[in-house]
């Protein structure tokens, strides 16, 4: 329906599950053709391109990434979140969005010459000046996506991403072949988001109207305190980079930098996707107290089942590991790589704070703990900091496993139908199997046998010998069936 009133529908209640299930088959599937796809079209790029031509877009974009972050301002969420939504609401919502979006362009367009600069760098001038209406293209698909999203229409969403990747990479490849340099990569960014921007306006049947006066002001607030979280957050991830490189120079910079890719890679592949799928679900069960708990808890223990196993398998096997993907130049990252890989015990369960808190509603507490823990983060920065990388990376893990995650499992279980003791018992099955990979991994590496076994099987017998333990005992096979009756649909109410 175009302009007037528009009747948002929700998925019927007794249906969340079912399709929230599809939607992570349907999402994986689309994520893998979507990686696939980006692979494959960076490699063709990083042939026919100069590494100088990435690293000047890199540049911009380092810098512009604070800007186009704002663009949201967390109404998508908002949407997202609301059982009930009026067109008018909606509409309001669009139309800031693409005003922020049109500030925020100008804002990247004065910023061009100041980027160029700083940088020393006169063509990223041109290249700055191209790449700000990317902002504004980003925000005209921001409430389409979101209220695809809030009716579980996830094959639709999917289906996005996969064309929206395959054109950009089809433009950009056909203009680095057809000699235009660095031009190409700005024709793959402004190409994807003008794709997903046309393709979630078909997907929706929702459209814009004339602006008019709408009950919006709790949804602004909402969203107004999530840009604040993530503003904390974007913080605490990029000013360990910024103080590494001044105190500790750029060698210990790209170590660091290139340890912290490698620990977001296995989680931005799987949080991602899910994450995606489990806000909007648990947004549709707010009204199920019991319901809402049972597919939170039976999710996120299948999840930390497939992620809390990775920190000791690429902690102790990070010797080799390293290596082996970067080459024996790089083996100044594994003593950073390994204080970083500790937390991935507590960290996806961390991450799914943010699930409850903004499908609650809670967004005030959320930004209160975003900057609790962004100041808890940058004090570990500075305590590590004399260290260098190395330095920065074990005091960050210690204060996140020791004082951040104890706070936030406190406050995210005082209110709502998940309580800590929930979050606890989550964490049970993944650190089992954890702890069984670990203690497998010490004992072979002190027996002769090692020797014989080489590094690499000693890791894989250990990650075989947890999964063994994990499916032999009842506590490891409820997780698993609870998680698989998940993915088809079947966690309902006793």
């Known amino acids: 329906m175009t302009g007037g009133r528009y009747q948002l529908e929700l998925p019927r209640t007794g249906d ?21 796809t980006d692979v494959a079209g960076t490699m063709l790029l990083a042939r026919l391109l100069l590494p100088a031509d990435f690293g000047l877009v890199d540049m911009i974009i380092a810098v512009t990434g ?5 663009k949201d301002f967390g109404l998508s969420s908002a949407t997202i979140q609301r059982e009930k939504l009026e067109h008018e609401q909606v509409n309001a919502l669009f139309w800031t969005n693409v005003g922020l979006g049109v500030a925020l362009t100008l804002a990247t367009l004065a910023a061009a010459p100041l980027i160029a600069a700083g940088y020393g760098r006169q063509e990223l001038l041109t290249l700055g000046l191209a790449l700000a209406p990317s902002t504004l293209l980003g925000s005209l698909s921001i409430q389409h996506s979101a209220l695809l999203k809030r009716n579980l229409q996830f094959t639709s969403l999917a289906r996005n991403e996969v064309l929206a990747s395959l054109l950009s990479t ?12 660095v031009w190409a990569l700005v024709v793959r960014r402004l190409c994807r988001l003008t794709a997903v921007a046309a393709l979630a306006w078909l997907s929706c049947g929702w459209r814009p109207s004339i602006l008019r006066r709408a009950r919006v002001r709790e949804l602004l607030v909402f969203g107004g305190h999530l840009s604040g979280f993530q503003v904390a957050s974007y913080v605490e991830r990029n000013l360990d980079n910024v103080l590494v490189g001044r105190f500790a120079g750029a060698q210990a910079l790209g170590h660091y930098t290139k340890a912290y890719e490698f620990l977001r890679l296995p989680l931005d592949q799987i949080m991602s996707p899910v994450g995606s799928i489990a806000l909007p679900m648990l947004s549709r069960l707010q009204a199920s107290p019991e319901r809402y708990r049972r597919a939170y808890v039976a999710t996120t223990r299948l999840l930390l089942l497939v992620t809390a196993p990775l920190a000791p398998v690429l902690v102790l096997g990070a ?11 790089w083996t100044g990252v594994i003593p950073v790589f390994q204080a970083m890989g500790v937390a991935l015990l507590t960290k996806p ?7 409850l808190f903004i499908s609650q509603g809670r967004t005030a507490e959320l930004l209160r703990w975003g900057l609790l823990g962004t100041a808890i983060a940058v004090t570990s920065f500075v305590v590590g900091l004399p260290w260098g990388a190395v330095g920065v990376a074990v005091a960050y893990t210690v204060s996140d496993m020791v004082i951040r995650v104890p706070i936030l499992f406190h406050w995210v279980g005082r209110r709502g139908p998940v309580r800590t003791r929930d979050l606890l018992y989550c964490l049970g099955p993944g650190w089992l199997c954890a702890g069984t990979i670990a203690a497998s991994h010490l004992a072979l590496a002190r027996t002769p046998l090692s020797t014989s076994l080489g590094p690499v099987a000693v890791s894989l017998t250990s990650a075989g010998l947890g999964a063994a333990l994990t499916l032999a005992l009842p506590f490891g096979r409820t997780a698993i069936k609870d998680g698989l009756a998940m993915l088809r649909g079947r966690v309902v109410a006793e």
């Open 349 to 355: 369960l961390a991450s799914t704070s943010g699930w």
């Open 319 to 329: 010797e080799w590991i390293i290596p082996a993907l970067l080459g024996p130049q």
């Open 170 to 181: 089809t433009c950009a490849v056909s203009a680095a072949f057809a000699g235009w340099g």
């Open 66 to 70: 604070l800007i186009d972050l704002l």
């Open 16 to 36: 969340v599950e079912r399709r929230a299930a599809q939607g992570v088959l349907v999402t994986a599937g689309a994520q893998i053709a979507r990686v696939l």
